[in-house]
Each structure stands twice: as C-alpha cells, then as structure tokens.
C-alpha cells in the first residue's frame, strides 16, 4: 500500500489544505476526507478522474466535507463512467445529498453512479481487497477513524478527535497512523494534544506515526516542538507535506 498525502492543515488555514489523504492498495484507491483544499491537492496528484474507488469522510464539518460537491463536479464533466462508493455515516450522507443540491443547483445526477455504504462504530466493510474498520472518536461532531487492512498491512486514520479505548484498539499495530493533533501540550475540546498522541501510539505499537491539523497560529512552533520531542519518544514520527508519499 502507498499513502498520499494530501493535505496536513486545519479548517481555517491559508497555507497547508485541509486534513486529507489518498491509500493506494493494488486493486483499490480511497480518498479520506475531502475538504475543498485538500481536493486541489488530488487534482494536482493526479488527472485521472476514475482513479478514486472510495471516497471515505470521517465527519460533517466542512473542512473534512464541503469538497464533495467539486469532486463529483469535476468527476461529471470529464465524464467518468466508473462507479463511486461512498462510505460515511447516514448524517454524513444526508449533508451530501444537500450539498450537491444547494452547490450545483440543477445537476442531478453525474453520469456515473454514486453507491452509499453506511459505517457505523464498531462496524466493517469489505471492498474488494481491503477490509476497513470503524470506530468513534470524542470529536465535536461524531467522528469515525478508519482502519484499512491489507493482507498483513494496516493503514489508520483519525479524521478528527481524541481517541478512547476502542479508538485506541482500531489502530493497534498500525504500519502508519495519520493522526490529527491540535496543540503540542495543551488539550482543547474536541481534538489531541502531540504528547498525548505520542504516549497512545507507544502503547499500540504504532509503527509510523504521521501527525498533522495543527492550529495554524502555533502550526511552526507545534512541529518544531514535535521533532524535537520525537527523538526522546523510540516513535517514528513524521510531518508530511501536502503530496508526500510513504510506502508500506
Ligand atoms: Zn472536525
């Protein structure tokens, strides 16, 4: 499996896109989470509009949302023939659907057909090769990491939120786990403080920790404290820019 990177920002953040990545399996591509931002990053990753299989969105805010509309947009005027699957909870589907209707206003369908797979906490779906896995986290709005599993390989991603047990227990022996985080040291509501972070994935033995969704005005403070604290930690830890790749 491959991981892009496509965007390491939080919501309001001029300079980095929005929280975002693309997992390349051998038969499968997903897209997780789709803020506006981090779908120019896709576009710039790649022109091929029938490369995503799934599209995966973790919550309804808009920074992990409101691409979802210039995605299909786009999709439908380079005439992508091949199918979609959408996986996201049945709140996050209903905000698609109003989405579309309020964003494009008179294009009803894409030329291409949309299939919505509904995950809940606790749940899986099986697509093609993969195996995806679902638990909440204690985000403001109700949030679902997702565990990939390939084979023997596993890629996690949090979307938004600090986790708890069964959060903790869906990465478990990750190869990678994209993690966002906040703050370096101070805990707000809603999302993950890096030294928090850094103790969950010592005790789930994560093997590629890659943090990223600082808040932009700590952002180059937040990283400089975060490898400056990895070394202590016996993690891999890494900050990837927008369009990075990492191999598992
Ligand atoms: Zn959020």
Redesign the pocket.
């Given at each position: 499996m491959k991981v892009i990177f496509l965007g390491n920002g939080e919501?309001f953040d001029e300079r980095y896109p929005n929280h975002s990545h693309l997992v390349l399996a051998e038969k499968t591509a997903i897209m997780l989470d789709c803020g506006d931002s981090a779908l120019r990053q896709l576009w710039k990753y790649t022109k091929d509009h029938s490369l995503i299989d799934v599209l995966y969105i973790?919550?309804r805010?808009s920074?992990?949302l409101f691409g979802v509309p210039n995605l299909l947009g786009r999709m439908f005027e380079e005439e992508r023939k091949k199918d979609l699957t959408i996986i996201c909870s049945k709140q996050v589907k209903a905000d698609i659907k109003r989405l579309c209707q309020h964003s494009y206003f008179g294009i009803d369908s894409y030329g291409f057909k949309i299939n919505f797979v509904i995950a809940e906490d606790g749940g899986g779906v099986e697509f093609n090769e993969l195996k995806l896995s679902f638990a909440k986290t204690l985000?403001?709005?109700y949030?679902l990491a997702i565990r990939i599993d390939d084979g023997g390989k596993a890629v996690c991603y949090s979307?938004?939120?600090p986790f708890n047990e069964n959060t903790e227990k869906l990465y478990k022996d990750a190869d990678i786990l994209m993690h966002e985080c906040y703050m370096f040291d101070q805990r707000i509501k809603?999302h993950v403080a890096a030294i928090d972070v850094f103790e969950m994935a010592k005790r789930q033995n994560v093997k590629c920790l890659a943090l990223a969704h600082f808040k932009r005005k700590f952002n180059n403070e937040t990283r400089v404290k975060v490898k400056e604290a990895s070394f202590g930690t016996g993690l891999n830890i890494i900050l990837p820019k927008p369009l990075d790749e990492y191999i598992i």
């Amino acid at each position: 499996m491959k991981v892009i990177f496509l965007g390491n920002g939080e919501a309001f953040d001029e300079r980095y896109p929005n929280h975002s990545h693309l997992v390349l399996a051998e038969k499968t591509a997903i897209m997780l989470d789709c803020g506006d931002s981090a779908l120019r990053q896709l576009w710039k990753y790649t022109k091929d509009h029938s490369l995503i299989d799934v599209l995966y969105i973790t919550h309804r805010h808009s920074d992990h949302l409101f691409g979802v509309p210039n995605l299909l947009g786009r999709m439908f005027e380079e005439e992508r023939k091949k199918d979609l699957t959408i996986i996201c909870s049945k709140q996050v589907k209903a905000d698609i659907k109003r989405l579309c209707q309020h964003s494009y206003f008179g294009i009803d369908s894409y030329g291409f057909k949309i299939n919505f797979v509904i995950a809940e906490d606790g749940g899986g779906v099986e697509f093609n090769e993969l195996k995806l896995s679902f638990a909440k986290t204690l985000h403001t709005s109700y949030n679902l990491a997702i565990r990939i599993d390939d084979g023997g390989k596993a890629v996690c991603y949090s979307g938004d939120g600090p986790f708890n047990e069964n959060t903790e227990k869906l990465y478990k022996d990750a190869d990678i786990l994209m993690h966002e985080c906040y703050m370096f040291d101070q805990r707000i509501k809603g999302h993950v403080a890096a030294i928090d972070v850094f103790e969950m994935a010592k005790r789930q033995n994560v093997k590629c920790l890659a943090l990223a969704h600082f808040k932009r005005k700590f952002n180059n403070e937040t990283r400089v404290k975060v490898k400056e604290a990895s070394f202590g930690t016996g993690l891999n830890i890494i900050l990837p820019k927008p369009l990075d790749e990492y191999i598992i």
